[in-house]
């Protein structure tokens, strides 16, 4: 019954999960983390570093992403399943765009 | 086929129980603001059944057009609209929520073990959603109708068109999201909602083949939403996304559009494959051969899915890099397919083997998925595919796969999971005989597609070559006896819910827990919470046991 | 619906005991409720990156195809309100943290406070939104009818101090794509907030009326998924919009 279906349930670590609740001053220091990225992303704007410039921007803004979603939406304290769920999305996204760019990078290479 | 694995409970003395969940509740009301899995894969039936018809008349309208090389029935614009119409009404109508919303809806909590989908309500929205966007398409036909083939393909529909574009545009917008939602709750349901001892493994292949298609719903989709806003957009205020005179990229439309539709085939057709893998293992009376390859192929079709949208750009003005690339790629995605098609093969050898009606709709499917997909390498192969695409022989290939395929898996399911889901057994001859007419009317319609592609016909052209004319009339001729082929169910179908044999829990003695439930089922499904140690498809266990043991959970 | 604890188990009954008011009836417990509760939140996340996946890649495509035109469409945009407004979602997406913890402590004050500044936050960035887009409407640079690129042939003796160069016609024409896709993309972000501010509207009227306060914090937490995402999503609007090149 119910209780039984409990008890499987509490054999599952995954149900335990999100338990962790997430200090403030956790969350405070990534808030920093954020707001540094924030300028230095700025301040690399102004600087001339060619090619690198596009790069080091995404880079910056994949960086804070990635603390947002680890910590602000409490991936790092969530189950498997939940990191699994995120690192699909973003694959997918990747192969969209990644593909798409893939034949446009390529048509200049002309025919063979 | 005298031999029959069908087994219904003393008609003299049997009764549809009184308490189930069409009787739970009355009105109107209960019905439109239900949150039942069962009523509203009920609501979904009726509805993807009413859009069928209207698809289907249109698709009558196309053959008796082509009866005639001139474009004499109907003008050419004309032409584009009936065929764009019966394009949009079948695929995002019909056939992306055909098996999904009605019988992945119904099954698939019971099939786990749970009282329900994760999230009713959002179960009921897609319902409405569903309504809204069959609504706006309607109306986008009632009022002008749309020319632009189901594709949408730019800068037709942004710039050139005249027809309700925005409208249709909007109104798929809106189905789509009743797609999303139906699949973030398959997918959430199957991952949490499992009784105890429901391992993945244990799992039925249908909950499998839905969970891989709830994927591609769930990732894919979006990127339709998106490429239809941006549509809207251009055709509107006009921003310059797809226009060349803008420095637009009409291909970049392509690219969107197909990253969706290109698994949007996979969404179409997986959950039919899960339909045909029960039915098979049920009436051979034998496990699926290779229930784990089965299961994991269900998901590499989801994953690979992704990767191979541009085999439909070949000739559109992508890098030969990228045909290369996408074409080998497509080649690949070939693989899961076949395999399914070889396990369901060996699971009928040394089977026992019955014919009823489930049976004959499961039979015709595989072996004209097996003709669509194969035909399907052709058209993967880059080179092959310049001579043959926007032929007709697209045309006889994506039939094969959806008519021939997937409708056919709809209906063998609808048959198989009838008695489950209304009580009561249709009649078994008609019903045998309206498969077999369908599969006769079906090859007679498409068969000549083919040849008629290959000898150079282009499709959506009103008109044609004077020597293509013997083929479309056979093609014409097929498509009015498989007309009669769908029509027949509906009448038998609804003629068995007053005076239908009475069906009994498990009329097919099949292995699975809905069929360890009444017949219809309880509103909860289950009166007390299942614990699963029964291995999947285990037909020697069942033939061992009693009928009460078949048929009761616990 | 009927009750389904037909048969007794042997003695442990804690979870039909405790049997809270919200646990929905398909659901065996509030564990597994709110897992799953959660995890569907974060599905429907995924359908989100993919919406505006198709966003990026257009942009993606035309940024490398059109780069002076989008150099020179970037520059149009105020950087001090672009750099603010990354300040104020950044800030929004703390207080929102604070305000699922203060959920998940039962702090009531905390909650409607950490509420409140990020409904503020979130009407700011809407605030300065309007601004940035009046300008653009001012200076025709709105794709469509009136969109005007011959500013961009003949750039101000302003512009060109700051680094600006002349465009050739038809890539100064591009600017028009590059409008296009700002529009559509902080247009869409857009969107997204005043609905979550709307959501947020909800919320705080009822943690005024001491909800969220029993344990019950489901819609604030996946409220709080959905904040933190469009956050991330502005993330990489700004340094794709805004900072293209300003080194000069």
Not at chain 2, 264 to 290: D, H, Q
Not at chain 2, 532 to 554: C, I, N, R, S
Not at chain 3, 238 to 248: K, N, V
Request: hydrophobic share 50%; charged share 10%.
């Amino acid at each position: 019954m119910a209780d039984l279906q409990t008890e499987h349930h509490e054999h599952e670590p995954e149900q335990h999960a999100e338990d962790h609740i997430v200090s403030p001053a956790v969350y405070a220091v990534i808030l920093g983390a954020l707001l540094i990225g924030t300028a230095i992303t700025i301040a690399a704007s102004y600087l001339e570093m060619g090619p690198w410039n596009p790069v080091v921007a995404i880079a910056i803004a994949c960086a804070k992403a990635t603390l947002v979603v680890l910590f602000f939406m409490h991936i790092k304290y969530s189950s498997k399943l939940m990191k699994l769920t995120v690192g699909a999305g973003v694959f997918t996204f990747l192969i969209l765009v990644g593909m798409s760019l893939s034949d446009y990078f390529s048509r200049a290479w002309g025919q063979w | 086929m005298s031999s029959t694995i069908l087994n219904l409970p003393d008609q003299s003395t049997a009764t549809v129980p009184k308490r189930n969940y069409l009787t739970n509740e009355n009105g109107l009301m209960s019905w439109l603001l239900t949150g039942d899995h069962k009523r509203i894969a009920i609501l979904y039936l009726i509805s993807i059944t009413f859009f069928f018809f209207i698809g289907g008349a249109l698709a009558g309208l196309i053959r008796l057009e082509l009866l005639t090389p001139q474009s004499d029935l109907m003008a050419s614009d004309t032409y584009n609209k009936i065929f764009t119409m019966h394009g949009v009404i079948m695929v995002f109508l019909f056939l992306v929520p055909s098996v999904p919303a009605t019988l992945g809806n119904f099954m698939i909590p019971i099939m786990v073990g749970a009282k329900d989908l994760a999230f009713p309500k959002i179960n009921l929205l897609s319902w409405y959603l569903y309504l809204v966007g069959g609504g706006m398409t309607l109306a986008a036909m009632i009022t002008g109708g749309v020319d632009t083939g189901w594709t949408f393909t730019t800068p037709m529909s942004t710039h050139f068109s005249n027809t309700n574009v925005v409208t249709t545009g909007l109104a798929v917008f809106v189905a789509g999201f009743s797609s999303i939602f139906t699949g973030l709750n398959f997918i959430v349901t199957i991952h949490r909602m499992r009784a105890p001892g429901m391992t993945w493994f244990k799992l039925p292949l249908f909950c499998w083949s839905h969970y891989a298609a709830s994927i591609l719903m769930v990732l894919g989709t979006p990127v339709l939403a998106i490429t239809l806003v941006l549509v809207v957009l251009e055709r509107t205020i006009g921003i310059g996304v797809f226009d060349p005179t803008k420095g637009g990229d009409p291909i970049l439309f392509q690219h969107l559009f197909w990253f969706y539709s290109h698994p949007a085939v996979y969404i179409m057709i997986l959950p039919g494959m899960g339909v045909i893998s029960e039915v098979i293992s049920t009436f051979a009376r034998k496990r699926v051969f290779g229930y784990t390859a089965v299961a994991f192929s269900s998901v590499a079709i989801a994953v690979f899915g992704f990767f191979v949208w541009a085999h439909h750009m070949f000739i559109m003005g992508v890098s030969n890099y990228a045909v290369l690339v996408f074409s080998l790629l497509t080649m690949l995605v070939a693989v899961p397919s076949a395999i399914k098609i070889f396990n369901w093969a060996f699971t009928l050898y040394k089977g026992s083997i019955t014919f009823e009606t489930p049976m004959l709709y499961a039979f015709g499917f595989m072996g004209l998925f097996t003709i669509g997909g194969l035909t399907g390498v052709f058209l993967g192969s880059a080179g092959t595919d310049i001579h043959l695409t926007e032929t007709y022989f697209i045309v006889a290939h994506f039939h094969f796969v959806m008519v021939g395929g997937m409708l056919m898996a709809f209906l063998s399911g609808v048959h198989f999971w009838w008695p489950k889901m209304t009580g009561r057994m249709y009649p078994e001859k008609i019903s045998q005989l309206a498969a077999v007419v369908t599969f006769i009317g079906f090859n007679f319609t498409f068969f000549p597609q083919f040849l008629v592609g290959m000898l150079g016909m282009p499709r959506r052209y009103a008109a044609y070559p004077q020597e293509f004319q013997v083929l479309n009339v056979f093609s014409t001729a097929g498509a009015s006896i498989l007309g009669v082929g769908y029509l027949l169910p509906i009448i038998y179908l609804l003629w068995s819910l007053k005076y239908g044999a009475i069906a009994g829990n498990n009329p097919w003695r099949a292995t699975g827990l809905e069929w360890q439930i009444q017949s219809p089922p309880l509103t909860e499904n289950f009166t007390t919470i299942p614990i699963v140690t029964q291995d999947v498809y285990d037909y020697e266990w069942l033939d061992a046991q009693k009928e009460h043991e078949v048929t009761h959970v616990g | 619906m009927s009750d389904s604890h037909a048969i007794a188990a042997a003695g442990e009954h804690e979870v039909h005991e405790e049997h809270p008011p919200y646990l929905r009836h398909h659901f065996v417990s509030m564990e597994q409720q709110t897992e799953t509760t959660s995890f569907g939140m974060w599905l429907f996340l995924l359908t989100e990156i993919m919406f505006f996946g198709g966003l990026f890649t257009a942009y993606l495509i035309y940024r490398n195809w059109y780069y002076p035109a989008f150099v020179a469409g970037s520059h149009q945009l105020d950087i001090f309100w672009g750099s603010l407004n990354t300040l104020l979602l950044i800030c929004s997406s703390f207080t929102m943290a604070m305000g699922v913890w203060s959920a998940e402590t039962k702090r009531h004050k905390g909650l409607v406070w950490s509420l409140i500044g990020t409904l503020i936050l979130g009407i700011g960035f809407l605030g300065i939104k309007t601004i940035e887009y009046t300008e653009k409407y001012e200076k025709h640079h709105i794709p469509g009818h009136n969109f005007d690129w011959k500013g961009f042939t003949n750039p101000t003796q302003e512009e060109i101090a700051k680094g600006d160069k002349p465009l050739a016609p038809d890539m100064a024409q591009k600017t028009e794509v590059y409008f296009s896709l700002y529009f559509a993309m902080t247009g869409m972000h857009a969107l997204h907030m005043i609905i979550g501010i709307a959501l947020l509207c909800g919320m705080l009227f009822k943690a005024l009326r001491g909800g969220y306060m029993d344990g019950h914090i489901a819609f604030v937490e996946n409220f709080g998924l959905y904040w933190h995402f469009v956050d991330i999503v502005w993330i990489f609007l700004f340094p794709l919009l805004y900072l293209i090149s300003r080194h000069q």
